[in-house]
């Protein structure tokens, strides 16, 4: 199963991050990587730094157990527990590439504060606020459950982390920075990753 869960990474990888910036950079002349935010030690930075991280722990944890260096956690050692996890990737890695359909041209990676992209409202974004970190968080869960080692666990937790930290710290305050009202309204309706969940709850600029 760990074979599985590396397989899974790579695809995800090519689809998501290669091909998608690919096609980003073909339509626009931009791959849409904005590189990490903030100055060192901020949480902007822990944000961007720790995702990376996660995401290379992810990577590095179904290795590990291929190799014998890790094993997974017992209780989560089932082989309907590692079906449902691959399940549960596949669904990430189409929810992530359908989700960045929707986004189109505004897609990128990271935050530049002196572009200003369309606010997306439209699709899988009427939902949610958030529909690509959502599907990522789906995808390495089932990568998780494939091979439940505690690195894989460590891993996911620091990846929802700083997901939450990048939503919350840099990309808010700079989608209201941009778009002020539209976006206030917008989050006044449409949950922050999953739908209903995660409203402005007044009509200051306060987000929760």
């Not at 700079?174 to 976006?183: E, I, S, V």
Request: hydrophobic residues 50%.
């Amino acid at each position: 199963m760990p074979i599985t869960a590396l397989t899974l990474y790579l695809i995800f990888g090519l689809l998501g991050f290669g091909w998608r910036s690919w096609t980003q950079y073909r339509r626009t002349g931009s791959t849409g990587f904005r590189g990490i935010n903030g100055h060192p030690g901020s949480l902007e930075w822990f944000a961007g730094v720790g995702f990376i991280a996660a995401i290379l722990a992810g990577i590095a944890a179904p290795l590990l157990q291929l190799l014998g260096v890790l094993s997974p956690v017992a209780p989560l050692h089932g082989s309907w527990i590692q079906a449902s996890g691959t399940v549960l990737a596949v669904a990430g890695i189409v929810a992530t590439l359908y989700a960045q359909r929707d986004m189109g041209a505004s897609w990128r990676i990271g935050v530049d504060r002196s572009e200003t992209t369309t606010l997306v409202r439209h699709g899988v974004f009427n939902l949610v606020r958030n529909p690509i970190f959502t599907a990522m968080l789906v995808f390495a869960a089932g990568a998780t459950l494939i091979a439940p080692n505690p690195l894989a666990l460590i891993a996911f937790a620091v990846l929802a982390v700083t997901i939450e930290l990048q939503v919350r710290v840099v990309e808010e305050p700079y989608l209201m920075a941009t778009h002020g009202k539209a976006y206030r309204d917008y989050c006044k309706t449409v949950g922050r990753f999953v739908p209903h969940i995660g409203h402005i709850q007044s009509s200051e600029s306060n987000i929760v």
